[in-house]
C-alpha cells in the first residue's frame, strides 16, 4: 500500500538510497522523497504522490515539514503542494497536534488518510477545491481523474 510506510521501516526512517542530508543556515535537514501509492477506493484510486519530507534538528519535538510534489486536486492540498493535516501542526486545538512521541510513520498514515477517511470538506485549505465538490460532485470526481492522469501515473 505505501511504499515509504515499508521504506522507513527498513530505514529507521532516515537512512537510505534516497535519503539525502543537507545543510542549510546551521540547521542540518534530513529530506525523505518517495512515492506514497493510493489504495484502490476512493476519489484517488490508482494515483501515485510523491512528498518531500524535511526533518529539522529539533525533530522529535518538532514536527516534520512535508510537502506533495505532486500536483493534486483536493480539499487538503494545495496545488503549490502545502498539506493540512493536524499532526503536522506544532500547535492544533483538537490535541491532534504534532507531539514528541509522534514517528515519521504516524505521518506516512496520516497522509494516506488523507486520501481516503480524511478528506475535509468543511475546513479546507484549498477551499476552490472543496466549494466545486459541494457543488458538483461528478465535476469534482472528473477533474479529480484528470489531475491523476496527467500528474500521477
Known amino acids: 500500500m505505501l511504499t515509504l510506510a515499508s521504506k522507513l521501516k527498513r530505514d529507521d526512517g ?18 525523505v522523497r518517495d512515492k506514497l501509492l493510493v489504495k484502490d477506493e476512493g476519489y484517488y484510486q490508482g494515483g501515485k504522490f510523491q512528498f518531500e519530507t524535511e526533518v ?9 515539514k512535508v510537502k506533495c510534489l505532486t500536483k493534486i486536486w483536493h480539499p487538503n492540498i494545495t496545488e503549490t503542494g502545502e498539506i493540512c ?3 503536522l501542526r506544532e500547535h492544533s486545538i483538537d490535541g491532534t497536534g504534532w507531539a ?4 515519521l510513520k504516524d505521518v506516512v ?11 475535509n470538506f468543511d475546513d479546507p485549505l484549498n477551499i476552490e477545491a472543496a466549494e466545486h465538490h459541494l457543488r458538483d460532485k461528478e465535476d469534482f470526481r472528473n477533474k479529480v481523474d484528470d489531475y491523476i492522469k496527467r500528474y500521477a501515473r
Open 14 to 31: 532516515l537512512k537510505g538510497s534516497r535519503t539525502a542530508a543537507t545543510a542549510s543556515d546551521s540547521t542540518r535537514r534530513v529530506s
Open 56 to 64: 529539522p534538528d529539533a525533530y522529535n519535538m518538532v514536527p516534520p
Open 85 to 87: 493535516l493536524s499532526l
Open 100 to 103: 514528541p512521541t509522534r514517528t
Open 109 to 119: 498514515w496520516g497522509l494516506n488518510s488523507l486520501f481516503t477517511d480524511l478528506l
